[in-house]
């Protein structure tokens, strides 16, 4: 890495005219002997002593009767703040001086203004004549290359510089060579910087772009070239949902990080690659499912279940523990944990009420309702729901749900059922909370359904299935002989 270093410029200017020199010359002289050689003197040199001198400018900054505290703060103020707005033939763009390579060495600057004050002949002077002092600093022109190349990032035509790359085909790191292109030469964005510092003020500058030829090869990147295929030598083996993936050369070339000091393993960009990566090969994710609900906030028909989501939960874990094992050369196998994430709905509100059922309740009757329309089941007291609606699935085409009005004859907390002659195959299953209300028909849970969406093959044998939780409450809540109400959105 170079280091250029910019020493200090002291220039003591007198303040003079044309016509008449050397008498106003001899006078002034006179003038600081004078006051030299009396008390006065001495005491001015003692005021100044802790503080920069009259006159004093470091560039355009007027520095007179700053002490050095007050005037180190304006100069780093003035390093982190001043910047090089270059715009012309690139998109406009603002540097900062670190940004274009420089260091600015405000210590070395202030104690240059300062060592003035220990010459008695300067600190009188400084009466009347001025004093100039150009800032020191340092540059790294690798820096200060690299922020001209990042002038005219994205371009297809910039120069490019022997770089650090990976090779897809061959699957390992190497040089890649250089070559010319269109670019701001770092000669322009060097002295834009220096005219910043030692000016302290901020720039403009319009650029052209010219034909700019690629830096020579560093000699460090076959050592880094050598580096980077050892970091990802290791076999990396990741198991989700049962299944292993060995990630191959080309993804783990995507957590190396090119530094100053080489190539490393970033836990950042392991992380990063492996969201992307669950994402698209572990997570299980599903969309809102789809309700229709009434103004008052009632279930009126369920169009599309919300499934719940599976997404992996360490991926921060596998990503400390990849980078730990191939920055210690070692095999890696990790084993994704998943967590549930409960589906959600999107609700679609209409103005309409909830169907009236085709049954006239006495004042605080209990009776079930189950509308063959909206695919729901509720539970109502005199002309108030207390229940639900809820979602739930009744007959198939083949094997209907009728309308009507029944009462519940039978509760069983566990019923068996059995058929070897159904139209879709023969079943034997037992059933939770199941409450008879004509011959073999009922309304009861289930357990091995997983689709609440009605559908024409879908559906039951003629019952009326709810989820066990919500077949258990509506259990509780019924009594042997209440009504069932059976119809297609208030119609029987």
Not at 36 to 59: D, E, F, I
Not at 274 to 280: A, C, I, M, N, Q
Request: include cysteine; charge should be positive.
């Amino acid at each position: 890495m170079t280091q250029d270093s910019t020493n200090p410029q002291l220039e003591i200017r007198g303040i003079v005219k044309k016509k008449r020199r050397w008498s106003i010359v001899v006078g002034v002289s006179a003038g600081v002997l004078a006051l030299g050689l009396t008390g006065g003197g001495w005491a001015y040199a003692a005021h100044y002593s802790k503080l920069a001198l009259p006159h004093t400018t470091v560039g355009k900054l007027d520095v007179g009767g700053m002490t050095p505290d007050e005037l180190k703060r304006h100069l780093t103020d003035n390093c982190q703040n001043l910047r090089v707005t270059f715009s012309g033939d690139i998109p406009q763009k603002s540097l900062s001086l670190g940004q274009m390579g420089f260091d600015c060495d405000v210590p070395g600057t202030a104690a240059v203004v300062m060592k003035a004050n220990h010459n008695l002949g300067e600190v009188l002077a400084s009466t009347v004549k001025e004093r100039q002092v150009t800032p020191l600093f340092t540059l790294d022109k690798v820096v200060a290359t690299q922020a001209a190349r990042a002038l005219t990032a994205g371009r297809s035509d910039t120069v490019v510089d022997p770089h650090l790359g990976f090779n897809s085909e061959r699957g390992t790191f190497e040089v890649q060579a250089g070559s010319a292109g269109q670019g701001v030469d770092p000669k322009i964005v060097i002295a834009a910087a220096q005219k910043t510092w030692k000016t302290q003020t901020k720039q403009t500058l319009k650029v052209k772009l010219t034909k700019v030829s690629p830096i020579a090869p560093d000699a460090q990147l076959k050592t880094w070239a050598k580096t980077g295929n050892e970091l990802i030598a290791p076999k990396v083996n990741l198991i989700g949902r049962k299944v292993g993936h060995v990630i191959p050369p080309a993804d783990k070339a995507q957590w190396v990080e090119v530094t100053e000091n080489g190539p490393v393993i970033s836990e950042k960009k392991v992380l990063d690659w492996l969201k992307t990566f669950t994402d698209e090969k572990i997570d299980v994710n599903h969309g809102p499912g789809e309700r229709t609900m009434t103004k008052d906030g009632y279930l009126l028909t369920l169009t599309k279940m919300a499934l719940d989501s599976k997404k992996v939960s360490n991926n921060e874990t596998i990503a400390a523990e990849i980078t730990a094992a191939l920055k210690a050369g070692q095999n890696y196998r990790g084993v994704f944990e998943m967590a549930v994430q409960e589906g959600k709905f999107h609700d679609t509100v209409v103005d309409e009420n909830l169907p009236r059922p085709p049954y006239k309740a006495k004042p605080g009757e209990k009776f079930i309702s189950i509308d063959l329309t909206n695919h729901t089941v509720a539970a109502w007291e005199g002309d108030k729901v207390v229940w639900g609606p809820v979602e739930a699935v009744h007959g198939s085409l083949p094997s209907p749900t009728y309308p009507g009005i029944f009462h519940v004859q039978t509760k069983l907390v566990n019923a068996h059922m059995k058929n070897d002659n159904a139209w879709d195959g023969a079943y034997d299953t037992w059933s939770p909370w199941t409450m008879y209300y004509h011959g073999d028909y009922a309304v009861h849970g289930t357990n091995t359904r997983w689709n609440w969406v009605q559908t024409n093959y879908g559906g039951s044998h003629g019952c009326v299935n709810l989820k066990p939780a919500n077949a258990k409450e509506l259990f509780n809540w019924a009594r042997v002989g209440t009504p069932v109400v059976i119809h297609r959105a208030g119609v029987l």
